[in-house]
């Protein structure tokens, strides 16, 4: 089964920019692997950011983007409020499995 | 609003069974990928098993294959996980969740402790 990684933890100061990417074991991350992205806060059920590489919900942030970055799947928060410290998971899909990444816990500082 | 609620959780011994239950409210089960996730403590996200909408074709990680086992019952909107052999590290929180519209429906949750 593919292993999927993404950088355990990431500061932002209030206001800057921070990119989380996701990598897949089994090569370059496509749109094909339908990358969604996921944020949870504590005692919170996840909430869907970006679906299907880069399209949004009308309730996420526009400060959130997706995108495909040098063989990975990528998350970009440009302008991070504290509001945006949590946790976020993309998650990949390889045929008819979905694997999740290991999460990434962000710090606005 | 879509609704999610798990239940069935609890305290099962090494190598015991359970049997976890998702009702969902404003959703319908038969005409989405439904899936189970779970998380341990302290840890991440792992997806487990995906039923699809005609209801037959199921998937597995891994790691709970031949152990675990996905349903879905209609008539009722209720998903099903069937867990046999259960280990230690099957201790989480499981979470159903419904896909649609690109967006996944997720439940509060269920905890799941495996210990003797």
């Known amino acids: 089964q593919a292993v999927v990684t993404q950088e355990p933890s990431l500061t932002v100061s209030p206001g800057g920019t921070v990119t989380l990417t996701c990598g897949s074991s089994t090569g370059a991350v496509t749109s094909g692997h339908y990358p969604f992205w996921f944020q949870l806060k504590p005692g919170q059920a996840p909430k869907t950011l970006i679906y299907d590489t880069f399209n949004k919900h009308s309730w996420t942030p526009a400060r959130f983007s997706g995108s495909l970055l040098g063989g990975k799947a990528a998350l970009t928060l440009s302008g991070a409020q504290p509001e945006d410290e949590a946790d976020y998971y993309c998650l990949l899909f390889y045929r008819d499995t979905r694997v999740f990444g290991g999460g990434t816990k962000v710090t606005v500082l | 609003d879509v609704q999610m609620v798990e239940s069935g959780g609890g305290l099962v011994q090494p190598g015991g069974s359970l049997r976890l239950s998702c009702v969902g409210s404003e959703f319908s089960f038969s005409s989405h990928n439904m899936h189970w996730v779970r998380q341990a403590p302290g840890e991440g996200l792992v997806w487990l098993s995906r039923i699809a909408g005609n209801g037959y074709d199921t998937k597995y990680a891994d790691s709970v294959k031949g152990r675990f086992t996905i349903s879905r019952d209609d008539a009722r909107n209720t998903l099903s996980l069937q867990m046999n052999s259960l280990r230690v590290e099957d201790t989480a929180v499981y979470y159903c969740?419904?896909?649609?519209?690109?967006?996944?429906?997720w439940g509060q949750g269920t905890l799941v402790t495996v210990s003797s």
């Open positions: 969740a419904g896909e649609s519209g690109g967006n996944f429906h």
